[in-house]
């Protein structure tokens, strides 16, 4: 029986629709024409304004300073949330499970405006502290989901022989639990990490004068019609994530030969 070709088609279709762009984007940071409708030559000269523009490494500071903060405080947060959610059971834990649940849900407009009108409300000025504190908010319950997804394969009959063998509660964790729901805890920080530093629609509404963020500035950047800039800092971005890619996937196979050996 011959083989439809159309699936073949089909997921080259779509690689090549979410691919295009990008690869336009980085062709037009090369690109001397400052519309980028047409070929103007190669050049350097964005890459060369980026790196002098201050603006932008000031909010990448930021980002970096606000994603952080509360990827370290969300992660701590969404493990400890995610380990009493499995532990203990009852109707309560419902209504706990619900309220780490609902974040994920409710649309980020939403969560924006609240946070924002909790911050006015107690006298809160808006900066640095405001976005940590709504970044490792939403952070929480996508650390808690990671957690939880690593704890529902965990035998708690290992935790209760540990406690039999006379091992102290803390002991028992740190020894035992941890280290068995570690990959989930890197998994929860790691996707904390990336939506803190990539979100925009809550960080619109809770910054404050000197707290501008990366995504922030690039849509300021957007309005006033620098372009050419913003291919530029894309590219960099990019090449900046397929090298991490790289990296971990070349430590990965590492790993496994060394495991085959």
Same mark, same amino acid.
């Given at each position: 029986?011959?083989?439809?070709?159309?699936?073949?088609?089909?997921? %080259?279709?779509?690689?090549?629709?979410?691919?295009?762009?990008? +690869?336009?984007?980085?062709?037009?940071?090369?690109?001397?024409?400052?519309?980028?409708?047409?070929?103007?030559?190669?050049?350097?000269?964005?890459?060369?304004?980026?790196?002098?523009?201050?603006? +932008? %490494?000031?909010?990448?500071?930021?980002? !970096?300073?606000?994603?952080?903060?509360? &990827?370290?405080?969300? &992660?701590?947060?969404?493990?400890?949330?995610?380990?009493?959610?499995?532990?203990?059971?009852?109707?309560?834990?419902?209504?706990?499970?619900?309220?780490?649940?609902?974040?994920?849900?409710?649309?980020? +407009?939403?969560?924006?405006?609240?946070?924002? !009108?909790?911050?006015?409300?107690?006298?809160?000025?808006?900066?640095?502290?405001?976005?940590?504190?709504?970044?490792?908010?939403?952070?929480?319950?996508?650390?808690?989901?990671?957690?939880?997804?690593?704890?529902?394969?965990?035998? #708690?009959?290992?935790?209760?022989?540990?406690?039999?063998?006379?091992?102290?509660? %803390?002991?028992?964790?740190?020894?035992?639990?941890?280290?068995?729901?570690?990959?989930?805890?890197?998994?929860?920080?790691?996707?904390?990490?990336?939506?803190?530093?990539?979100?925009?629609?809550?960080?619109?509404?809770?910054?404050?004068?000197?707290?501008?963020?990366?995504?922030?500035?690039?849509?300021?950047? +957007?309005?006033?019609?620098?372009?050419?800039?913003? #291919?530029?800092?894309?590219?960099?971005?990019?090449?900046?994530?397929?090298?991490?890619?790289?990296?971990?996937?070349?430590?990965?196979?590492?790993?496994?030969?060394?495991?085959? #050996?």
């Amino acid at each position: 029986m011959r083989r439809s070709k159309f699936p073949a088609v089909l997921t %080259w279709a779509v690689l090549f629709f979410f691919y295009l762009p990008i +690869i336009l984007l980085v062709l037009n940071s090369f690109n001397a024409s400052r519309t980028g409708g047409s070929w103007g030559g190669f050049t350097l000269k964005w890459y060369a304004q980026l790196f002098s523009a201050r603006e +932008i %490494w000031s909010a990448l500071k930021n980002s !970096l300073l606000v994603a952080t903060v509360a &990827t370290c405080i969300s &992660t701590l947060l969404g493990t400890c949330a995610a380990i009493a959610l499995h532990r203990y059971k009852g109707k309560i834990q419902n209504v706990h499970y619900c309220l780490v649940y609902v974040p994920l849900v409710v649309p980020e +407009i939403l969560l924006g405006i609240s946070l924002l !009108l909790f911050f006015v409300a107690l006298r809160i000025e808006l900066g640095i502290v405001t976005m940590i504190i709504a970044h490792a908010t939403f952070c929480v319950s996508y650390v808690a989901m990671a957690v939880l997804s690593r704890l529902q394969d965990f035998d #708690n009959t290992i935790l209760e022989a540990s406690r039999d063998l006379g091992a102290s509660n %803390w002991y028992t964790v740190r020894k035992i639990l941890l280290p068995e729901i570690l990959p989930g805890i890197v998994a929860g920080a790691l996707l904390a990490f990336t939506l803190s530093i990539d979100d925009f629609v809550i960080s619109f509404f809770v910054a404050g004068p000197g707290s501008t963020t990366l995504p922030i500035q690039i849509y300021s950047m +957007i309005r006033r019609g620098s372009m050419p800039l913003i #291919n530029a800092l894309s590219t960099i971005l990019l090449a900046i994530t397929f090298l991490i890619i790289l990296v971990v996937q070349f430590i990965g196979k590492s790993q496994a030969r060394q495991e085959k #050996n």
